[in-house]
């Protein structure tokens, strides 16, 4: 089994979305991550629903969690609406250089569940000169790759 | 808001629970992690789906990624199989002290989201006096924060 066999249809993001119509895409859908794109339309990056979460954090917070202890609950409760209108782009931190989870279309199973082992990635694109084939999630992988009880 | 209003039930798993078991429950609720508990029941520790896929990656592939070249298709998707009657606790490595998600039932929802963002973690455990109270993903969270579109 190769990963063009496995791969699914999966929504992607431009980097210019509004992040909050990004984690609404996430809770909608139950989507364990969304997968980016360029404005080329090539895919740029995964981020897993915690490094969503994370945008929505200021980064004073992120740098110091037990900062977050300073807000008191209702503060705390409009942690997401004060960004209303900012785009992940913007909201990326410029020295987080992410990994980008991808395989090529030919990888195996064991090839494809190394790299998001590696990568703490919930899911790995499949790419094939520079265009996305599609996506592979873990659980998907796992329902492959798991003998019948 | 607090962690304690959040908190929903989730299914928690033995450390002695067999790993394809624990697998399978991944892929028929779509989980986006496990919980595992020790024997007196108390919260041990969080594996995302990327993690429980890991323990089914033989671990020299897991410490040089690139050794799974050396397996034919017919081998990598047998990957699973072979770890038949195999517990989560012996395939956790042994050197990988696994931080603990968790927060007590009082945190405010900037405080969750701080620790899961850091932790890049799928899931929070909401604990109180050594007990587990419930569990928070960040799909939940989310559901919580966002504010109307």
New interface residues.
């Given amino acids: ?2 990963a063009r066999e496995i791969a699914d249809d999966y929504p992607v993001l431009n980097l210019d979305v509004d992040v ?2 990004a ?2 895409l ?2 909608q859908d ?1 989507l ?1 991550g969304i997968v980016l794109t360029d404005d080329a339309g090539r895919p740029h990056s995964v981020l ?7 945008l ?2 200021p980064p004073y ?2 740098r110091d ?1 037990t900062l ?2 300073v ?3 209702a ?3 409009r ?3 004060r960004l ?1 209108g900012r785009t992940v782009r913007q909201l990326l931190p410029a020295e987080n250089t992410v990994d980008l989870p991808a395989v090529g279309p030919s990888a ?4 494809i ?10 899911l790995t694109v499949v790419v094939e000169r520079e265009r996305m084939q599609g996506v592979i ?3 998907r ?3 492959h ?3 019948p ?1």
Same sequence: chains 1, 2.
């Fill in positions: 089994m190769r909050l119509d984690a609404r996430l809770t139950r364990p897993p629903d915690s490094q969503v979460l994370r929505l954090v917070v992120q969690p977050a202890k807000y008191d609950e503060e705390a409760d942690i997401a609406a209303s195996t199973v064991m090839e569940a190394a790299q998001m082992a590696r990568l703490r990635s919930p999630t873990t659980t992988l796992l329902d790759i798991l003998p009880p």
